[in-house]
């Protein structure tokens, strides 16, 4: 049995859980699930849905859409986010909709054809600051692009002082309705800040300062439960698009024979000693929203890797490109490894980390396995390290 939720009068969540998905774009893995929140807005004369759901889940939508309100009699579906896992569901929905006309932005429209083929005459496209009328209940749009693809917008009820973000403020997690009802939630929402919204500090910088002109009692979005603290998570946004950073190095390091590992663990304690939080990640094993979580609050960067076929080992490769695309706010990094014959890891990593901005204080590459002094070196590259990172 599924039935929507009254989260404030005439506003109702009829989203889906989707508690047994394993893994996000064949990237983020998810061991919470996650789930796919749509709310239906009901004013006096006209009758809105935010958002849709992850294509499969059309019935389970609609079965809950048909509680509230006759689908029927929809007026709008507002897409936020051209995504499938929010605009997925657009096709049937506007099906079993026939008045009903999609609301998004330009760039939107565009995505919701080729996606979707949403025909023209469907669609209404909205700008920064429009509204829409639904009999004391007003629907303001904002402009909220690359939060997280170029077309995004955000929705805010503005007498209820509801904001519908989409994929901003999300979580990837199945469990709960509210903030309050998951153990640990600002961590998991960390993590997902780091693997989807890192690379859009700037845009989610420039969205956190047209909202603070606007009064919020409830974040909704479209992943995970809702902020009815909505103040947990936009300081947790503050401070993670403004790139604030602690005395923390994350070291992240594969090695098939453990010569590499040992430079590692010599550094990584030399680290320590130096008062500097280190956090260890292992890249064989490595969850990428792991790393991620981990990398949104790192001064520094230890990566270890050895040489394998003229080039950094593949999985620390990875790591390095994760480095170069998801920008976190990283100002050092360090490279320790250890090659068998011609090297070819260090030339990589330089040419991998030269364009980030991010500044190489020291290598340390060992011809085989290390020797006394090559842990000398690697301590002593810890603790310049260090200095840095705690100057
Ligand atoms: C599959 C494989 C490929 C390798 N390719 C290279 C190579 O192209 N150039 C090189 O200098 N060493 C190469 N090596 C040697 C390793 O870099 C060397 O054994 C190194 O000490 C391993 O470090 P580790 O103990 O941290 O794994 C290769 C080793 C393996 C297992
Ligand atoms: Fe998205
Ligand atoms: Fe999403």
């Keep these: 049995m599924t039935a929507g939720i009254e989260v404030r009068e005439g506003i109702y969540w009829v989203g889906v859980k989707d508690w047994a998905r394993r893994s996000f774009d064949g990237l983020i893995p998810l061991p919470h699930g996650t789930s796919y929140n749509a709310y239906l807005v009901r004013g006096a004369t006209k009758t809105a849905l935010v958002d849709t759901v992850n294509p499969g889940f059309e019935g389970e939508l609609l079965a809950k859409l048909t509680e509230v309100t006759d689908p029927a009699r929809l007026d709008y579906v507002i897409m936020n986010h051209a995504e499938p896992d929010h605009a997925g569901a657009l096709p049937a929905v506007l099906a079993a909709a026939p008045r009903a006309e999609v609301v998004l932005t330009a760039k ?12 023209e005459d469907r669609m209404r496209l909205v700008k920064d600051g429009d509204a829409l ?8 749009f904002v402009d909220a692009p690359f939060l997280h693809w170029p077309e995004t917008m955000f929705t805010y009820a503005v007498e209820d002082k509801v904001l519908f973000p989409c994929d901003f403020f999300g979580t990837h997690t199945a469990e709960g309705l509210y903030d309050d009802e998951v153990v640990d939630l600002t961590v998991r929402a960390q993590m997902y800040f780091g693997a989807i919204m890192m690379p859009f500090r700037k845009a989610g910088e420039r969205a956190l300062e047209k909202l603070s002109s606007l009064p919020i009692e409830l974040i909704a979005p479209s992943h995970g439960p809702l902020w009815r603290h909505p103040e947990r998570v936009l300081t947790l946004y503050r401070r993670r698009t403004a790139g604030e950073t602690l005395h923390k190095v994350v070291v992240a390091y594969v090695s098939m024979w453990g010569s590499t590992e040992r430079l590692v663990r010599v550094a990584a304690e030399a680290l320590l000693r130096q ?117």
């Design 133 to 140: 009328d639904l009999g004391g209940k007003t629907l303001q």
């Design 108 to 119: 939107g429209a565009e995505m919701a054809v080729r996606l979707y083929r949403v025909p």
């Design 275 to 391: 008062g500097v939080q280190v956090a260890v990640h292992e890249l064989a094993h490595v969850d990428v929203s792991d790393l991620a979580g981990e990398l949104v609050d790192a001064r520094a960067i230890v990566l270890g890797a050895p040489t394998v076929l003229g080039a950094l080992h593949p999985a620390a490769l990875n790591a390095a490109h994760l480095v170069r695309t998801l920008r976190p706010p990283l100002r050092y990094a360090a490279v320790l490894s250890s090659y068998g014959w011609g090297g070819g890891a260090l030339r990589q990593a330089g040419e991998i980390f030269g364009p980030t901005g991010i500044e190489v204080v020291g290598t340390v590459e060992v011809h085989g396995a290390p020797g006394p002094e090559d842990e000398a070196r690697a301590g002593a590259l810890a603790r310049t390290l260090a200095a840095k990172v705690t100057g």
